[in-house]
């Protein structure tokens, strides 16, 4: 016999075991908030709601651009991750603070990277001039 | 073992009086470490209770004989006039400054003890004399007998005192079969209203949110509670410890029917599986298991302009005041109650919240940033031995160490249950270190900030 099953045994008949019993019909209906008892919830919780593992200490990770460019140290407000990705190809990026901002129109610098990404542009970091590519032409803009 | 039980003898060995106030081991984010009992025990049973949980564990509690502070001494101290070493430094950090009092930490300031032996009302005279601000943590229904009313009556015009009653559910039927000994949560609703009505801040303590106990009346609850007049919610989860002897087990049995866990191994089961073991024996669920309630207490006192407090380490970057009991940042009518310490992380965390929802910058956050030296106390070697860390550490350490140096253990420790990163379960994570060698952590963004900002709720409000 549980501690529980021991005391209403001996709460039985008295003012303590009423209360107990209108107590247990609550405590065994089913949870107001849905179709589901709450029985069934902690359950539900227990399969679906694990929490996730430690995120690794960043320090020492690898923060190499894969461009050249290293040089420009600039703060920008990016908007959605894709276009994180495609300007961490060209500039170095020290610090990525994420984004829950609205942000400014950057159409046409994000044109100028796609066209980068494609090869229809390219910039040479020594002269400092930038190229229109077409095939294996080099034109100076 | 047997489970402890008290005797309301006078004690037969050992120091006559209680020594309280103390520092709070919960330091590292806590608004109010200064925390005090006048009793060394409580007449209440709640099955939840964590007091219970520690002392039980505790070896160093063999004497379960019943004691108070030495009151005239704490009166003289607050007075100017400090008695001892001990009060002296306490002068001297805290009651000089007229540093917010936070009583009832791991007892209740208005239980039955109080109700036979009354030690607490000549010390509330003087903190009303004294225009001390006063927070209290309570229950008890000792505070509605005439001398306590007429007491609080006197002092409601300078509002130096403010309220937290704490409450589970408000079924009456289920407070008796959870909250054995204390009055019933229609009442202390009721006492909620007579505070309120005298013109104190008062704060529905939802703690410990209880999972299918506490969310089946959550709506009602906190309708009631506005209507009698709460300033603010403040909110924490329900935690185990690991470490159940006999007694705790007793506890969890009953716990674990209200639950819906049918037993104590499943419910044991329950939080193992579902705390980030990252954070040590006292398992706190994680934050997906709490978040629908946050949501909706948080989404309340957005709609009545209430201060929504958070104590728990999930979600706690959503506290509206850097103060997770739900003290005011601001409180015109008596700015001594602002006298928290924002020298921690909850309100650096609410900070860096703000920061990010507001221009998109990840706040940077460093040990000397955040424990600043405007916090003295850290810096006293006087205190040092107030910190349960203490019993992991050498004679050696325990002689020269302040409560800044256990800190900065933890701060730098990644494996520390109390890192910045495991107790906020990647709410901050490490990026660097600063000048001094002490790990950078920064605010991390969560899936569910973006989700809801989607849906309208503001996270860039204070």
């Avoid at chain 1, 019993?21 to 679906?48: H, Q, V, W, Y």
Wanted: glycine residues 6%.
């Amino acid at each position: 016999m549980s501690i529980l099953d021991k005391y209403k045994k001996e709460a039985q008949g008295t003012a303590d075991g009423k209360r107990l019993d209108r107590a247990g019909k609550f405590l065994n209906k089913t949870s107001s908030g849905g179709p589901i008892s709450k029985e069934k919830r902690r359950e539900l919780e227990a399969t679906m709601l694990k929490p996730d593992p430690i995120k690794p200490f960043a320090k020492g990770a690898d923060q190499k651009p894969i461009s050249n460019l290293t040089k420009w140290s600039v703060q920008l407000v990016l908007g959605s991750d894709e276009n994180y990705e495609l300007f961490s190809k060209f500039f170095k990026v020290n610090q990525y603070k994420g984004a829950n901002v609205g942000y400014k129109q950057l159409a046409v610098l994000f044109a100028f990277l796609k066209a980068m990404e494609r090869g229809n542009l390219s910039f040479d970091l020594e002269t400092k001039i930038l190229y229109y590519c077409k095939g294996k032409n080099k034109i100076e803009l | 073992m047997k489970t402890k039980s008290l005797n309301l003898r006078k004690p037969e060995n050992g120091p006559q009086y209680y020594g309280s106030p103390r520092i709070s081991s919960e330091v590292m984010d806590c608004s109010m470490p200064l925390t005090f009992d006048h009793y060394n025990f409580c007449s209440m049973k709640c099955r939840y209770c964590f007091a219970y949980f520690f002392k039980s564990n505790n070896p160093a509690i063999t004497d379960l004989s019943l004691r108070s502070i030495n009151a005239d001494a704490m009166i003289r101290t607050i007075s100017g006039d400090p008695v001892g070493a001990r009060n002296k430094k306490i002068w001297e950090h805290f009651y000089s400054k007229k540093f917010l009092l936070h009583w009832g930490g791991l007892a209740d300031p208005f239980c039955g003890f109080e109700s036979k032996r009354h030690v607490g009302l000549p010390l509330l005279k003087a903190l009303g004399e004294n225009n001390y601000p006063t927070l209290f943590s309570f229950k008890g229904a000792t505070l509605m007998e005439d001398d306590y009313l007429k007491l609080f009556s006197k002092y409601s015009r300078q509002k130096n005192f403010a309220f937290q009653v704490s409450m589970v559910t408000l079924s009456d039927e289920v407070g008796a079969y959870i909250e054995v000994g204390v009055p019933a949560p229609s009442y202390r609703i009721k006492m909620i209203k007579t505070l309120s009505d005298m013109g104190y801040w008062t704060i529905l303590r939802l703690r410990p949110f209880i999972m299918g106990v506490t969310d089946e009346t959550l709506d009602e609850l906190l309708d009631a509670a506005l209507k009698a007049g709460i300033q603010g919610v403040s909110m924490e989860f329900f935690a185990v410890d690991s470490r159940a002897n006999e007694g705790m087990k007793d506890r969890y049995e009953w716990l674990a029917k209200a639950m819906g866990l049918g037993n104590v191994k499943s419910f044991m089961k329950y939080f193992r599986d579902l705390s980030p073991p990252e954070r040590g024996g006292y398992r706190r669920l994680n934050r997906y298991v709490k978040e629908e309630a946050v949501k909706k207490v948080f989404t309340f006192c957005q709609k009545h302009k209430l201060v929504f407090a958070c104590s728990d380490p999930d979600f706690k970057e959503l506290n509206m005041s850097g103060s997770c009991c739900g003290m005011p940042d601001k409180y015109p009518p008596n700015r001594l109650l602002e006298n928290w310490s924002r020298d921690q992380l909850t309100y650096h965390l609410k900070e860096a919240r703000l920061l990010y929802h507001r221009i998109g910058e990840r706040k940077l956050l460093t040990f000397g940033e955040v424990y600043s030296t405007r916090a003295s106390y850290l810096d006293d070697i006087h205190f040092g031995n107030d910190h349960v860390a203490v019993t992991g550490m050498t004679e050696a350490e325990r002689v020269i160490g302040t409560y800044r140096n256990i800190m900065q253990a933890h701060w730098n420790n990644l494996r520390s249950p109390a890192s910045p990163q495991n107790y906020f379960h990647n709410k901050l994570v490490p990026v660097d270190y600063d000048e001094d060698g002490n790990i950078v952590y920064t605010y991390e963004p969560m899936e569910y900030e973006i989700r809801w900002a989607r849906e309208g709720i503001d996270l860039a409000k204070r």
